[in-house]
C-alpha cells in the first residue's frame, strides 16, 4: 500500500499501488481521466480499441452510479486479478445516523477545559457512547477500532454484472462516525470473488484502517458575559 490520497469528502486514506481515484467533479472530467488511464493500462494497439471502450465505460458507468448516491469518493483497482473483467472499487459518501438523534453522543474532543485526567476521562466516555450508538444503529454489525475510531463493519456476498458476463462478488461495507459532523462516513468496498474472499476482505481491512479525517469539528465560541 503506497498511494495516499486526500478526497473532497476531507478524508485521507492509503490505496495499494495499482488502485486510483476517480475525480467525480462532471461526467467529462471523469471520462477523460479513465480514457488516459486505460490508455496506459491496456495500450494503444488498435486491436484493443473495445477493451478500452469498454474498460473507459466501466469506470464511466461507476462515477455515475457513485455521484447518484452523492458519494465524494471513488477509487478503482486497474486489475484485481488477471484476466477478471470486473474492478475492484471503493465508494465513500457521508450518510446520516439512522436513528437520526445527534444527541446521543457527545463529539470527540467536545470537553471543555480541564485536567489531562479529566479530559482523558471525556474522551473515554465519547468513545463508549460512540460504540453502543453503532451497536443499536448497525445490529448485526461487527465493532471494530480504528486509527480514525470506532467503526461498525459488515461482510457480505453478492453479484456484479457486466455488459456480456457476471460474476460472484465480496463487499465489505464501513461506518465510521465522523468528529468533523454528526454524520457517518460510508465506505464501501466491492470486488469479485476469485475465490479467496478473506484475502480480499483483508485488503479492504487495511484500507479502511488507514482513514484520517483531515477536518476537524468547530465550535461556535461562547459569547462574552
Known sequence: ??????????????????????????????????????REQVGRDDRLARVRRDAVQQVCDLAENALSMHAHTLALALEIAPGVPFAASMVGRDVEWPDGDEDDVVPVGA???????????????????????????????????????????????????????????????????????????????????????????QLFDAIAGSVEFTRERLFAAAPDA
Open 1 to 38: 500500500m503506497n498511494g495516499q490520497v486526500t478526497t473532497p469528502g476531507h478524508v485521507r486514506l492509503v490505496l495499494p499501488g495499482s488502485w486510483v481515484n476517480v475525480p467525480l467533479v462532471d461526467p467529462d472530467t471523469t471520462k477523460a481521466f479513465a480514457q488516459r488511464v486505460v
Open 111 to 201: 470537553a471543555g477545559p480541564s485536567s489531562d485526567q479529566t479530559a482523558r476521562a471525556a474522551g473515554e466516555t465519547d468513545e463508549t457512547d460512540i460504540e453502543a450508538r453503532l451497536a443499536a444503529a448497525y445490529p448485526g454489525a461487527e465493532l471494530r477500532a480504528l486509527p480514525a475510531g470506532a467503526a461498525a463493519r459488515m461482510q457480505e456476498s453478492g453479484v456484479l454484472k457486466g455488459k456480456d458476463e457476471q460474476t460472484s462478488s465480496v463487499s465489505v461495507l464501513y461506518r465510521i462516525p465522523r468528529p468533523d459532523s454528526d454524520r457517518v462516513l460510508a465506505l464501501r468496498f466491492t470486488a469479485p470473488d476469485i475465490g479467496r474472499p478473506e484475502i480480499i476482505a
